[in-house]
């Protein structure tokens, strides 16, 4: 399956499990598979719902900080992919 590099995680909260990303190209819209890579991270999941300024949004574009819930742990710098 072909991946698109689409963001950066910048920050990940531990108790709320949930994954503070910069879009630095494209698009992600709710419903879309991701895959997080980085030193010790490797994992796909579904964006169920994602958020701006704590607003509920259905679609990000580069430039925007998105947050994310995360079925597993990442770390700031893992990157973030599309899957397609």
Not at 42 to 56: G, L, P, R, W, Y
């Amino acid at each position: 399956m072909e991946e698109i590099k689409v963001g950066e995680v910048v920050k990940f909260f531990a108790k709320p499990s949930v994954a503070a990303i910069k879009i630095v190209s494209g698009e992600i819209v709710a419903g879309d598979k991701v895959r997080y890579l980085g030193h010790t991270t490797d994992f796909s999941d579904t964006i169920a719902s994602m958020e701006v300024n704590n607003q509920k949004v259905e679609k990000a574009v580069a430039g925007d900080f998105i947050g994310v819930k995360t079925s597993d742990k990442v770390r700031p710098g893992d990157e973030v992919f599309k899957v397609l």
